[in-house]
Nanobody
C-alpha cells in the first residue's frame, strides 16, 4: 500500500484546510485509513479514522466537531476537512493505513501500531 498525502499549508486561526491522502496498491481497500499528527517536540498522535466500507468514523476529542474525515472510493482518496483551525493544530499530518486493528481502537492506538504511512504534510495555523 502506498499513501500520498497533500493539502497542507499556512492558515490563520479560524480558517480551514482540506488534506487528501491518495491510496494505491492492489489490496488497499482491505485497510482502515486515518490521520495522525505530530507537533514539534511531541509524539505522533491520533486524529481521525475511517473505513472504506462505511460506518461511523472516529475522532480524537481535541478535533471532534471541527474535523471531518471522509472517503472517495472512486478516487481512492481519504480526506480530512479541518475547520475552525487553532494554533494548537499546527503539526505535520500523516496519513496511515492498518489492516488488523479494528477502527474503534485507533482512538487509543500508538502510532507504531500502524502498517503503512504516507509522507507528512505540514499544517501551520497562525494566531
Amino acid at each position: 500500500v502506498q499513501l500520498q498525502a497533500s493539502g497542507g499549508g499556512l492558515v490563520q486561526a479560524g480558517g480551514s484546510l482540506r488534506l487528501s491522502c491518495a491510496a494505491s496498491g492492489r489490496t488497499f481497500s482491505r485497510y482502515e485509513m486515518g490521520w495522525f499528527r505530530q507537533a514539534p517536540g511531541k509524539e505522533r498522535e491520533f486524529v481521525a479514522a475511517i473505513s472504506w466500507n462505511g460506518g461511523s468514523p472516529y475522532y480524537a476529542g481535541s478535533v471532534k466537531g471541527r474535523f471531518t474525515i471522509s472517503t472517495d472510493s472512486a478516487k481512492n482518496t481519504v480526506y480530512l476537512q479541518m475547520n475552525s483551525l487553532q494554533p494548537e493544530d499546527t503539526a505535520v499530518y500523516y496519513c496511515a493505513a492498518d489492516e488488523g486493528l479494528p477502527l474503534m481502537y485507533w482512538v487509543v492506538a500508538h502510532f507504531t501500531d500502524m502498517d503503512y504511512w504516507g509522507k507528512g504534510t505540514q499544517v501551520t495555523v497562525s494566531s
